[in-house]
């Protein structure tokens, strides 16, 4: 059994490009959640993706958007990007979109924005 | 949202009980408490969860409090492995799903 599986691993982006990172949930896994971790802060919510569909959202401008595919791996999707932007992403699935079920995260992927 | 309170830092000597605290006292009845930990450059691992009993697995034991307001996280041996930020998050549901809402967290240093 393969664990979430995130890439690249890290990315340098200039201010105002755009950016694709790429997620893949665990076997048996149906929901994939995106933090954004700060350096020196703890993961912040972006979203959930349950069954293809935008599940939950956290207070995170629209120009954050994302994917879920019918294999359940996902994408987030990064427009406009600013220099506050640059943070370690992080993904993680889970076998439901509903509690108690426990979340099991990537490794992450690292972006830096210059 | 259920906040929670931990504090920063915590050093444990090898071999010895670390024992964690959190302080959740505007917990909702239904909302579980979690922990996580993460260890330097890499991802959150599931520890353990409670919602009102005691839990043990083989990581930890969670002990809540009777009236819920705050929980202790215990590993029974620590080692270094164990030298880590951990989380105490109170799970939330956001529609039909849900988030972790993770603070600052507590660096515990495991030293020999």
């Known amino acids: 059994e393969t664990g979430v599986t995130q890439s690249p691993t890290h990315l340098i982006k200039t201010r105002g490009q755009q950016v694709t990172l790429r997620c893949s949930s665990q076997s048996g896994h149906n929901t994939v959640s995106w933090y954004q971790q700060a350096l020196g802060q703890g993961p912040q919510f972006i979203f959930q993706?349950?069954?293809?569909?935008?599940?939950g959202r956290g207070n995170f401008p629209p120009r954050f958007s994302g994917l879920q595919f019918p294999n359940y791996s996902s994408e987030l999707n990064v427009n406009a990007l600013e220099l506050d932007d640059s943070a370690l992403y992080l993904c993680?699935?889970?076998?439901?979109?509903?509690?108690?079920?426990?979340?099991?995260f990537g490794p992450g992927t690292r972006l830096t924005v210059t | 949202d259920a906040k929670t309170t931990q504090p920063p830092s915590m050093d444990c000597a090898e071999g010895r009980a670390a024992n964690l605290p959190c302080n959740h006292s505007?917990?909702?009845?239904?909302?579980?408490v979690y922990w996580y930990r993460q260890i330097h450059s890499q991802g959150p691992q599931y520890i353990i969860h409670?919602?009102?009993n005691n839990e043990t697995n083989e990581m930890a034991s969670l002990i809540i409090t009777e009236d819920r307001k705050s929980s202790t996280l215990i590993l029974p041996h620590a080692t270094l492995r164990d030298t880590a930020v951990y989380y105490c998050?109170?799970?939330?549901?956001?529609?039909?799903?849900?988030?972790?809402?993770f603070g600052t967290g507590t660096q515990l240093k495991v030293e020999l």
């Open positions: 993680a699935s889970s076998p439901g979109a509903g509690s108690p079920y426990e979340q099991y």
């Open positions: 998050i109170v799970r939330v549901l956001t529609g039909g799903g849900n988030k972790l809402t």
């Open positions: 409670g919602l009102k």
């Open positions: 993706y349950y069954r293809e569909e935008e599940n």
């Open positions: 505007t917990i909702s009845g239904n909302e579980y």
